[in-house]
């Protein structure tokens, strides 16, 4: 048994760290996406950063970008404590992904 939890942890683990690099990731582009459209975004807040992409066209929101940071932050501090509160999570995560999947295709799509 000590096998299998250590084997779940380590999964866990991966997709907490993933997840987070995936969310790191997509601000950068987000900010490389503005800046080749004009808009000067290196000294601003990630919400302002949303907040044109958004009125750009694309399929990100303030309430969405919120989400996907507080699921981040449960997979990365409680997941060892609540097996219940992280299969909730990882289904909200895999609720998102067709939404992530669509906002990288239009950048991808625009670039």
Not at 9 to 16: F, G, K, Q
Not at 51 to 66: D, F, H, T, Y
Not at 81 to 103: G, P, R, V
């Amino acid at each position: 048994m000590l096998r299998q939890d250590l084997n779940a942890l380590s999964l866990l683990d991966s997709i907490a760290y993933r997840f987070s690099k995936l969310q790191e990731t997509l601000g950068k582009i987000l900010r490389l996406y503005l800046a080749y459209q004009g808009e000067d975004v290196e000294e601003i807040f990630m919400r302002d950063v949303i907040n044109l992409a958004e009125k750009r066209g694309l399929p990100i929101n303030w309430s969405k970008w919120v989400k996907l940071r507080v699921l981040r932050n449960i997979l990365i501090h409680e997941y060892e404590d609540d097996s219940h509160l992280i299969a909730e999570t990882l289904n909200q995560i895999q609720s998102l992904l067709e939404d992530l999947k669509s906002l990288i295709e239009k950048i991808m799509k625009e670039l």
